[in-house]
């Protein structure tokens, strides 16, 4: 009877998906500010509101739909911009493997799907919680995902509406909102950490910056800011470590 009692409780302690749905409500305001200001600069990118609305649906990743609406006016190739995303989505990679290890025990399909939802915001939620000690599980970390996927997409369809009667959003400073948001959510996220690593991560982010700088003067500066990422994230978790 204990076993059975404690295999219920163990079960009642699980992260449910409605419980993921009210951990992602705090970024939500991030979600709908940022997908307003994305749909339109799609419309003043000439793209209509099912164009909009499809490129928040299938590419789901906010610098990437603002980078091709700029590729889109300036008139470069499809292949140039389907390039270009891929390499600026190349980080998703890293943010999927960082959480990986959390989700194991699940069945490939599954961790594609989550892979597939992971945004920079869901990640920072998803990493508070491990740092916290706290339990992750696919129906938390779905409910996390999903819940910022449909407000992302109806933003961007609402914004798309909004544009066509807005037609220069740079006026309003728009083209910077996605900057914004994750200055905000850098600030957010060192406020969180103790001194000591604090420092660390700070001495990291300036590693960063000055590998980019370095790397720009041999290769394009896209190609920079992803090797540039990759290396000092090697070097921060074998430190960490």
Known sequence: ??????????????????????????????????????????????????????????????????????????????????????????????????????FTKYSLLKNIGIGALVTDES?????????KRE???????????????????????????????ISNPEVFGLDFSLTAMFLALLVLQLQSIDNGKLKFYLSLIIYVVLLMLVLCMFVPSYIAIILSTIIVATIGVVKDK
């Open 1 to 102: 009877m204990s076993e059975l009692a404690n295999k219920i409780n163990s079960e009642e302690n699980l992260p449910t998906f409605s419980q993921g749905v009210k951990d992602c409500v705090p970024t939500l305001i991030g979600y709908t500010s940022i997908g307003i200001a994305m749909g339109i600069v799609g419309a003043s990118s000439n793209l209509s509101i099912l164009e909009v609305t499809l490129l928040s649906t299938l590419v789901y990743a906010g610098a990437s739909q603002f980078i091709i609406c700029a590729l889109l006016v300036s008139g470069s190739p499809i292949s140039v911009i389907v390039f270009t995303t891929f390499i600026v989505n190349l980080r998703n990679f890293l943010l999927s493997m960082t959480l990986a290890p959390h």
């Open 123 to 131: 990640f920072g939620v998803a990493i508070n919680k491990i740092a």
């Open 135 to 165: 339990m992750i599980n696919a129906k938390w970390m779905n409910g996390l995902n999903v819940t910022a996927y449909l407000f992302w997409i109806l933003s961007c369809m609402l914004g798309a509406i909004f544009g066509k009667w």
